[in-house]
């Protein structure tokens, strides 16, 4: 015998958490809604496995998550398995293989749960994330990039979201600049450090040529008018200027086909996920830090252009309004079944009772029942949830 304390089996790995309910319901009601929207522009579902071989799940642009992802060993083949942290990279493998024959451009969706090595920074500490997104592999065009934002915007608003915002960054045009302006190697990784955190006193320091150009180019971060104005003042290399005009034809695809959406341009933030190779775009709510998706342009197996959206159903369900419950409605033993099922339709859940009760209101309200059924109509419970 030990002096150590019994288990808590509630306790939980950190980063790790149970939904119940009804958050959990709610979510899963919300992920239909997003995919219903994804489903109704032509994009088709696909479900990868949790697991992969390593040498397939971090193949091509899963290479950049390879640090996200926990490794086990499968006991029948003793080949190294991965545990998906992010499902892009799966679902790029998929239209490189399974569907390498498919028309193009491929849109697909896709819904399930990702586990992430470790958390997402301070603003994201779950370790589990659900995820639900499109891609749409194939073109590369202003349009391709505008469809994705639009049918991103519309899935929001159909789980209840008024008010968001879409963030778009160039992660690549800082490094096009620095290697463009033949910045000595040495220098490099304190100029990037002084851009990831937006001190432009070190940009100044560390830029060389470059401190000039960086410095309004933090200061050109905000509403995508305003900031595209600036980028085309801005003194640019050839590369970072077409990177900077494909950014602006973008914008104003994205603007023909969704007016109203709210857009603002960071052109020097290069935060994350390392196999983005153009446009990219984070969405954010009002008055909230975490991310409520995140997405942009990448190549899909390798070599063929490819533009998504990934949105996380917890952090959206956190800054959504709270839907209305759904009534409950306690049915005494012996009750009609056609009536029964005729209110289930009406968006009644039904808690039958297993067995006569001796006062059906009490029973109600200590099963958390909105509503009794009492002669053939659902009658209201004072205490029921």
């Given at each position: 015998m030990t002096g150590d304390s019994p288990a808590n089996l509630a306790l939980l790995p950190a980063g790790l958490r149970d939904l119940l309910p009804p958050e959990a319901e709610t979510e899963a009601l919300s992920v239909e809604a997003l995919m219903a929207v994804f489903a109704g522009y032509g994009y088709e579902r696909v479900k990868p496995p949790l697991l992969e071989f390593e040498d397939s799940l971090l193949a091509g642009s899963g290479a950049a998550v390879a640090e996200q992802t926990y490794r086990l060993m499968d006991p029948a083949t003793h080949r190294m398995m991965g545990l998906r942290p992010d499902m892009t990279p799966q679902v790029a493998r998929i239209a490189a293989t399974r569907l390498v024959r498919a028309p193009r451009p491929l849109r697909l969706a896709y819904a399930g749960m990702?586990?992430?090595a470790q958390p997402g920074g301070a603003l994201v500490a779950d370790r589990q994330v659900a995820q639900a997104g499109i891609e749409l592999i194939g073109p590369d065009s202003p349009a391709a990039d505008a469809e994705v934002m639009a049918v991103g915007?519309?899935?929001l608003a159909a789980v209840g979201l008024a008010r968001f915002s879409f963030d778009l960054t160039l992660p690549t045009l800082a490094a096009?600049?620095?290697?463009?302006?033949s910045i000595p190697e040495p220098a490099r990784p304190a100029l990037l450090r002084a851009l990831d955190r937006k001190d432009a006193a070190e940009v100044a320091r560390h830029g060389g040529p470059l401190a000039r150009t960086l410095a309004e180019l933090l200061l050109a971060a905000g509403p995508a008018a305003r900031a595209l104005a600036a980028l085309r003042a801005a003194d640019l290399s050839p590369g970072a200027r077409a990177l900077t005009e494909r950014l602006a034809a973008s914008v104003d695809a994205i603007v023909a086909r969704a007016p109203g959406l709210r857009l603002t341009i960071d052109p020097i933030e290069f935060r994350g996920w390392r196999y983005h190779t153009g446009l990219c775009v984070t969405v954010y709510a009002p008055g909230r830090h975490e991310e409520l998706g995140r997405g942009g342009r990448y190549l899909s197996g390798g070599d063929e252009p490819a533009c998504?959206?990934?949105l996380r159903p917890e952090a959206i369900l956190r800054a959504a309004p709270t839907p209305p419950p759904r009534p409950r409605l306690f049915v005494p033993d012996g009750a009609d079944p056609a009536l029964v099922s005729a209110l289930r339709a009406q968006g009644f859940a039904t808690v039958a009772a297993l067995a006569p009760a001796a006062d059906c209101t009490v029973e109600a309200v200590?099963?958390?029942?909105?509503?009794?059924?009492?002669?053939?109509?659902?009658i209201a419970v004072a205490g029921g949830n």
């Open positions: 990702c586990v992430q915007a519309e899935a096009t600049l620095i290697e463009e302006a998504g959206l990934t200590r099963l958390g029942c909105t509503h009794v059924l009492r002669d053939g109509a659902a």
